[in-house]
């Protein structure tokens, strides 16, 4: 298997576990068929975009209920905000599917014992090869399961946030979810959960550190409307894990300018630039449910090509970018300290070297793009402003042609 594919079946299977617990008594979907979306970052209401996600979660839970799909979507908004403590029904959800695991893994061990004795003592008569059920599953272990059974009886809906707000009637994400009525119903196709807290190995209901929660996950949703950069959807990539983001985003106006088609790559961006929010909040929610509608085979294919990205974020290759952009700032700052060299600055910063015939067909670039992925290929040697990439064949002031 794929090194990232087993590293994103290892972390799905932690949050599978985290999900039977906070759906106890409501754990009526398949997660097999579950796909895991969520958006994080600071709690900025509007800035992070979470208004317009969760607008299109309730539009993409129309839609897959007209559908008629068996696919659920539970998704996650990862953001820190004042709290009191955990909520009662979520530390008991974990509990109670523990003991249950544990009675299962005890009776799973007699039920063991149990059938090697009766394979041991086996003297050829026919029709006692097999034990037979009430052998296997005595009164005892029937009376320890239905207790565990009976435990996650539930009389309320799975909560819409894991934590008790400080001020919970006030909290605008809450809120929007109650205007949407996204509450976790059994026959809502999108599940909601509000973590509003900073996840870590030692959470005692969501035991996994960011980056591991991450590739656990199927896609990330950042609807940002202001965002100079957005390191979110960048760890994604990186990640191997499809995103969304927008033209508003310094990231995605960088794989947009990058990136011929992005949406083939998994890099989904939204226009909330030159058309209305009703426009853009159907975009958002024609990409979800696009991909909810691919087989497990397309979104592992669409997993592989958003790896293939990240060479691009690169710090050997952003680095030399922030470079430039310092000495563009220098120059400007200071025009009179670089009057000597003023005409071969100018001139190193033409059209760059389309890439190397070797780079792989996916993804395709933008010709002509000045991007620090046509410097895939530089040696380690070639450091900061002191490069041969730039097109035009002129050095840079006071290079000497042998360093070159």
Known sequence: MHEFQNMHAKSKAKINDFIRGYFYGHYDFDLENTLYMFTAGRYEYRNKGVDMFIEALARLNYRLQKLDTKVTVVAFIIMPAATNSYTIEALKGQAVIKQLRDTVAEIQNRIGDRLFEHAARY???????????????????????????????????????????????????LNQIRRVQLFNRSSDRVKVIFHPDFLNSNNPI?????????????????????????????????????????????????????????????????????????????????????????????????????????????????????????????????????????EDWDASYGEMARPSF??????????????????????????????????????????REDDD
């Open 206 to 342: 969501l035991g996994l550190d960011y980056e591991e929660f991450v590739r656990g996950c199927h896609m990330g949703v950042f609807p940002s409307y202001y965002e100079p950069w957005g390191y979110t959807p960048a760890e994604c990539t990186v990640m191997g894990i499809p995103s969304i983001t927008t033209n508003l985003s310094g990231f995605g106006s960088f794989m947009q300018d990058l990136i011929e088609n992005p949406d083939d790559e998994g890099c989904f961006i939204v226009d909330r630039r030159m058309q209305s929010l009703e426009d853009s909040v159907n975009q958002l929610t024609e990409y979800m449910v696009s991909f909810c509608t691919k087989s497990r085979r397309q979104r592992i294919n669409q997993r592989n090509r958003v790896e293939r990205l990240s060479p691009l974020l690169d710090w050997k290759n952003l680095g030399i970018e922030y470079s430039k952009a310092r000495q563009l700032a220098l120059r400007r700052a200071y025009p009179g300290e670089f009057e000597n060299d003023e």
């Open 123 to 173: 003297n050829g008569e026919a029709g006692h090869e097999t034990p037979k059920l009430d052998e296997l599953l005595d009164a005892q272990d029937k009376v320890q399961l239905k207790r565990r059974i009976f435990a996650l009886k539930r009389n309320s809906l799975p909560p819409i946030v894991t934590h008790n707000m400080v001020e919970d009637s006030a909290d605008p994400i």
């Open 358 to 399: 070797s780079m792989p067909g996916s993804p395709r670039l933008r010709n002509g793009a000045v991007t620090p992925g046509d410097m895939g290929t530089l040696t380690e040697e070639m450091q900061a402003l002191s490069t041969s990439d730039y097109k035009g064949g002129q050095s840079w002031h006071g290079l």
